[in-house]
């Protein structure tokens, strides 16, 4: 009997969080799926709209643009999670060394993600503008290219481009995480390697590569998440051009809802990618339980 008055007690005391998560989380999520069951039209009366099934995702589905609208999310999705892992490894391996003022190139290497990615966004736009671009500018001069390039709506670079955007603003954050799981390896591995005629790169697959398997799976699951709900880049850079080759779902959903009113479809396709972020959220929570195990 006591047991139970304290786990009533216990769950009383957790009731004001159950309570903001629900009217903070739980309230707005049930109005997005109810609404996208719905017809809803911006530009008409809010009482005017009527209950439509799995229309509006079976509509998105028979979109002729909807493969595209996929593909291009996966490009990025999964080009910008390689990029930035790529960098942040080299960077955490080289700056795990024993260099000339170490402190002060790790502190350079993390100031892009200390900036607002507003602000990269609009810095890498200016950058990369076709007619003022001061990268188009330096490249000229030094006689690498001919003249100046549309980085930003060449169907060749328009994706090269915001994927190196998008690896300048996040590969902080892994080299930040990689340094730390690079600094917990014991040296006398290294060292044992060594004694038995293993060269840096033998022991870089042997030893430092499944070390930090466990980080890296973590890292690639927390990236793919931020990457499938990121809107700010994609928009800031093309605001999803020119015409759809570089709309993801999130910017998908902007468009949808308040450029073309339709928010009953709009919310349909937030809900489809809420449930594809989902998967890669349980897998990522059931990682970082598995680690604390």
Not at 222 to 228: Q, R
Not at 244 to 264: A, D, H, N, Q
Request: net charge positive.
């Amino acid at each position: 009997m006591k047991l139970r008055r304290e786990t009533v007690q216990g769950y009383l005391y957790f009731l004001p969080v159950f309570l903001i998560l629900g009217a903070v989380v739980g309230w707005p999520l049930i109005q997005a799926g109810w609404m996208s069951f719905s017809d809803l039209y911006l530009l008409k009366a809010l009482r005017a709209r009527n209950f439509v099934g799995l229309d509006n995702y079976i509509h998105f589905f028979e979109d002729p643009n909807a493969s595209k609208f996929l593909i291009n999310t996966a490009i990025f999705v999964v080009g910008g999670t390689a990029a930035q892992l790529t960098i942040g490894l080299i960077l955490a391996l080289l700056l795990n060394q024993r260099l000339v003022l170490r402190g002060f190139w790790r502190g350079l290497a993390i100031m892009p993600w200390a900036m607002p990615i507003t602000v990269t966004a609009l810095t890498w736009k200016w950058i990369l503008d076709g007619q003022w671009g001061i990268l188009n500018y330096v490249l000229v001069e030094l006689g690498i290219t001919d003249g100046y390039i549309s980085w930003l709506s060449s169907p060749i670079w328009l994706w090269p481009s915001i994927l190196m955007v998008d690896a300048w603003a996040g590969c902080p954050f892994m080299f930040v995480n990689l340094l730390s799981g690079l600094q917990g390896i014991p040296r006398d591995l290294y060292e044992a390697a060594r004694i038995d005629g293993a060269g840096p790169w033998k022991a870089f697959w042997r030893i430092t590569l499944p070390m930090l398997r466990p980080i890296i799976a973590t890292l690639v699951l927390l990236s793919v998440i931020i990457h499938l709900r990121d809107f700010t880049t994609i928009w800031i850079l093309t605001s999803g051009g020119p015409g759809i080759e570089s709309t993801t779902l999130s910017p998908l959903v902007y468009v949808t809802s308040f450029r073309y009113f339709k928010m009953g479809y709009g919310a349909a396709i937030g809900m489809l990618l809420m449930l594809i972020s989902l998967v890669f959220t349980i897998f990522y929570l059931r990682r970082v339980r598995f680690e604390a195990a």
